[in-house]
């Protein structure tokens, strides 16, 4: 069965750096594409972005351009986020997820990472 | 950016009542719109995709319609384990923007 599993919580000084990794299992991995989205304390879902692990393209959120990287290793089947320049409303839940079959009309996430609660507090 | 914006906020209900939850985008997004469950400090998971569409596994009461631009969920008759946040989202254009979601309680 399709499984994603992410790393552990983080927590990290204003400024600084987190990279979160998401290890896929129970599927084809370069067939599918990757989201990642957030989740504030209390608040709502927010898309980030999203990745192929087939060619590396990637697509980002505007409000995230320039402190925000997808990457995936193809041999670990493993993707992964950096964010930089953190600030305290950066602190959120980040989530990893699946997506459909690219070719299919239909574009949503069918199977989701735990979260990885990332605190920035100095 | 296209707005999504869910009615109601929050919601009180009782087991064995109809429920329908409903989302507008701000322009037009086909038939692009998913709809999701969460629950407390859990994923969220998918209910609908294509606006009408069941996901596998998924209880018959769900069901999701569109009407232009706006999307209806609704729970035909509401379990115990259905009381969580449901958020709508378009994946019509990036950045997919999901709703504000939609708390649906216990009354």
């Known amino acids: 069965q399709v499984q994603l599993v992410q790393s552990g919580a983080e927590v990290k000084k204003p400024g600084a750096s987190v990279k979160v990794s998401c290890k896929a299992s129970g599927y084809s991995f370069i067939d599918y594409d990757f989201t990642w989205v957030r989740q504030a304390p209390g608040q709502g879902l927010e898309w980030m972005g999203w990745i192929s692990p087939y060619n590396g393209y990637t697509n980002y959120a505007p409000k995230l351009q320039g402190r925000f990287t997808m990457t995936t290793d193809t041999s670990t089947s493993t993707a992964y986020m950096e964010l930089t320049g953190l600030r305290s409303d950066d602190t959120a839940i980040y989530y990893c997820?699946?997506?459909?079959?690219?070719?299919?009309?239909?574009?949503?996430?069918?199977?989701w990472g735990q979260g990885t609660l990332v605190t920035v507090s100095s | 950016d296209i707005q999504m914006t869910q009615s109601p906020s929050s919601l009180s209900a009782s087991v064995g009542d109809r429920v329908t939850i409903t989302c507008r985008a701000s322009?037009?997004?086909?038939?692009?719109l998913n709809w999701y469950q969460q629950k407390l400090r859990t994923a969220p998971k998918v209910l609908i995709y294509?606006?009408?569409r069941l996901q596998s596994g998924v209880p018959s009461r769900f069901s999701g319609s569109r009407s232009g631009t706006d999307f209806t969920l609704t729970i035909s008759s509401l379990q115990p384990e259905d009381f969580a946040t449901y958020y709508c989202q378009q994946s019509y254009t990036t950045p997919y923007t999901f709703g504000q979601g939609t708390k649906l309680e216990i009354k």
């Open positions: 294509g606006a009408s």
């Open positions: 997820a699946k997506n459909t079959n690219p070719n299919s009309p239909f574009r949503y996430f069918d199977n």
């Open positions: 322009q037009s997004i086909s038939s692009s």
